[in-house]
């Protein structure tokens, strides 16, 4: 069956648009995650969606970025008003969670943002 | 806060050698341990997962082992091959302050396995 998808692959956008984020998670897992991958740095965690239960945004570094997840599958990540230091790769992944059952992610290929 | 320590955090070997990959975690209160990799411009890969009640998992070549009383896990490739050349990373599921289980990621260990 198909994986997790991103989109767009690459992005390039001036400092001070917005951009968005898609992911498309593997159909019937109830978990998505997003990531922050910088160069020389480690995987950063953003936010949590599980289910129906409100999402952990615990990880998103400022106010200029958000997160939505429609019908519990299709997610988008929105960042205001980029800066030069959201230049990253932006990775998603699923995963089959239910309660505080908490099994594979499984990880997109991710979307390169590079803010100019 | 949960800190994931992965130790070589490089490693150049020959190919055919058995490699032993560490990872440390600093609170042992976790759910459970994941294993990827990650190739050169791509996501990451499940290898393993370890949930906290196990002591270890095995897929193939690889056999990773958990201790969570100490911090540690580890990762052991047989048998090294040019193809498992990749960055490794270990992830761990910890408690939360909002209550859900948050997952932290080591930096990895890049491993390039030589012909």
């Known amino acids: 069956g198909a994986g997790v998808s991103q989109s767009p692959s690459n992005k390039v956008t001036e400092k001070g648009k917005d951009v968005e984020l898609r992911c498309d998670p593997i159909?019937?897992?109830?978990?998505l995650y997003w990531y922050r991958q910088s160069l020389g740095q480690g995987l950063e965690f953003l936010i949590y969606f599980q289910g129906n239960s409100a999402p952990d945004k615990s990880g998103l570094p400022s106010d200029r970025f958000s997160a939505e997840r429609t019908g519990g599958s299709v997610s988008t990540l929105t960042i205001q008003r980029t800066q030069q230091e959201d230049s990253a790769v932006y990775l998603c992944?699923?995963?089959?969670?239910?309660?505080?059952?908490?099994?594979?992610?499984?990880f997109g290929p991710g979307t390169r943002l590079t803010v100019t | 806060k949960q800190e994931v320590t992965q130790i070589p955090a490089a490693l150049s070997v020959p190919e055919g050698e058995n490699l032993v990959l560490n990872c440390s975690f600093t609170d042992s209160a976790i759910y459970n341990l994941q294993w990827f990799r990650q190739d050169p411009g791509k996501g990451l890969t499940s290898l393993l997962l370890?949930?906290?009640?196990?002591r270890e998992q095995t897929s193939g070549r690889l056999n990773a082992s958990l201790d969570k009383s100490s911090g540690r896990s580890t990762l052991y490739i047989a048998a090294s091959q040019p193809g498992d050349s990749a960055t490794y990373l270990c992830a761990v599921r910890t408690p939360a302050s909002g209550g859900s289980y948050i997952p932290t990621f080591g930096r990895g260990t890049s491993l390039i396995v030589h012909p």
């Open positions: 992944a699923s995963s089959v969670d239910r309660g505080h059952i908490f099994w594979e992610q499984y």
């Open positions: 159909s019937g897992h109830t978990a």
């Open positions: 370890i949930q906290s009640s196990q």
